[in-house]
């Protein structure tokens, strides 16, 4: 079994949501924030590392159904940024609700601006995480 590194993960995720906006916003928004990739748990329940093959590159398919399962089930202990994150991913990538008021409420100013790079690469704006990446943390 291939256990790719966080970096190898984060690319080989890029590559599979590729060619979908919001896809790509969902994705962009795990790695920007920088917690579920590196998720033992995560990766277990979520996500089918698939090596690269030939001319195919490596992909990281995320099982969104699979990770809302499991966060709702309390099988990713989380605090509630971390939640809000992924919630917001899976709304992006799988059009699952999210009850957008107490979750941007509670979200610190970094983890914000990442939610609206991800809004603004979903609606087909592609330099939307350019301005993400000086921000303080």
Not at 88 to 114: F, M
Request: glycine share 6%; net charge negative.
């Amino acid at each position: 079994m291939t256990h790719p590194t966080s970096f190898e993960l984060a690319e080989a995720a890029r590559a599979w949501a590729r060619g979908s906006y919001a896809m790509e916003a969902a994705v962009e928004l795990l790695i920007q924030h920088g917690v579920w990739l590196h998720r033992a748990d995560f990766r277990r329940y979520a996500i089918d590392y698939i090596p690269a093959a030939h001319t195919r590159p490596s992909y990281a398919v995320i099982d969104w159904q699979a990770a809302h399962t499991a966060l709702s089930a309390g099988r990713l202990p989380c605090c509630g940024s971390e939640a809000a994150i992924l919630r917001i991913a899976l709304s992006l990538a799988d059009s699952l609700p999210v009850e957008l008021r107490p979750i941007i409420t509670g979200l610190d100013l970094t983890n914000l601006r990442r939610v609206l790079a991800a809004i603004a690469h979903a609606n087909g704006d592609r330099d939307a995480w350019i301005t993400t990446q000086g921000d303080p943390t």
